[in-house]
């Protein structure tokens, strides 16, 4: 367990999760430290039972660093084991495989401030080709985009490759890398919900935050380094295909399926089943 300490409120919390992500953690705090300037800042990992070291080195290296010792059952528990812990006004959950980049924290809890209205936001996040990581913004899986992305492999629409990279603009989905919010809404919202296992969590709260009457924005004029699913390298490559399927399945079912009809609930559910055999066996044969 973590140890309480006597801190002042912070005005940002951020949460990371880790798991024998040492090198990476190493460099994600680092890049904090180094480009934190003006935000009363608290930093909480959540380590998920690291056996790589990353606990000593959290505790010989970073005493800046409050640490919340696991065993984590999902992203969404590791997450959440670290509510009762935050002080600040805003929180951001941050993967342990990312660099912040300069006037990232300053500018993206600017923004939060003078926007009212805006209850999540995320900044570009860019892999380390220099390209941008498409999942920094979708739209919510709807049945026609279930089909075109995950079926047909066409996820342009899901991606908002209609809408320039460079522009700041609101969504429906951002992504759990960088996921920058409030304490007061998501403790309206119940923060994550710890029945999604691997991925579709950061799409589930997108949703509860706008379906609470918020707007959720992508703001492209600052931007990290995203690694892109080095910290979860305690999945294995069949069980983070197959409990993906899951997520989108618990997904349609908890917040779309009201607004379909029985037969369209049907035919989506069955085409998840397809796809969840379909990366079970491309799976298996390519392991």
Not at 5 to 28: E, G, P, Q, S, V
Request: aromatic share 10%; net charge positive; hydrophobic share 40%.
């Amino acid at each position: 367990m973590m140890k309480a300490k006597n801190m002042k409120k912070a005005k940002l919390t951020i949460i990371i999760l880790n798991h024998n992500t040492k090198a990476l953690l190493a460099d994600c705090l680092d890049s904090i430290k180094k480009n934190n300037d003006d935000i009363s800042l608290q930093v909480i990992v959540s380590d998920n039972s690291s056996t790589d070291g990353s606990v000593e080195m959290i505790k010989k290296n970073y005493k800046w660093v409050e640490l919340l010792q696991g065993p984590n059952i999902s992203f969404s528990n590791g997450n959440n084991r670290a509510r009762k812990y935050t002080k600040g006004e805003y929180i951001l959950f941050l993967n342990s495989d990312t660099i912040v980049h300069k006037d990232t924290l300053t500018k993206c809890v600017e923004y939060l401030d003078k926007h009212n209205d805006v209850g999540a936001l995320t900044c570009k996040l860019v892999l380390p080709d220099g390209s941008l990581d498409k999942d920094a913004r979708r739209r919510f899986p709807t049945p026609s985009i279930y089909l075109n992305a995950f079926i047909f492999n066409n996820k342009d629409r899901y991606w908002y490759q209609d809408i320039p990279a460079n522009i700041t603009h609101e969504v429906e989905v951002i992504q759990g890398a960088f996921f920058l919010t409030t304490k007061k809404i998501l403790d309206q919202v119940g923060w994550l919900d710890e029945k999604y296992i691997f991925d579709g969590e950061d799409l589930d709260l997108s949703f509860q935050i706008k379906k609470a009457g918020y707007k959720v924005v992508y703001y492209p004029d600052v931007a990290i380094t995203h690694i892109k699913k080095a910290s979860k390298n305690n999945f294995s490559g069949v069980t983070r295909k197959m409990q993906g399927v899951d997520s989108l399945m618990r997904f349609h079912t908890k917040n779309m399926s009201q607004q379909y009809s029985f037969v369209i609930n049907c035919l989506v559910l069955i085409g998840l089943i397809f796809l969840k055999l379909l990366r079970f066996i491309k799976a298996i044969t390519y392991k």
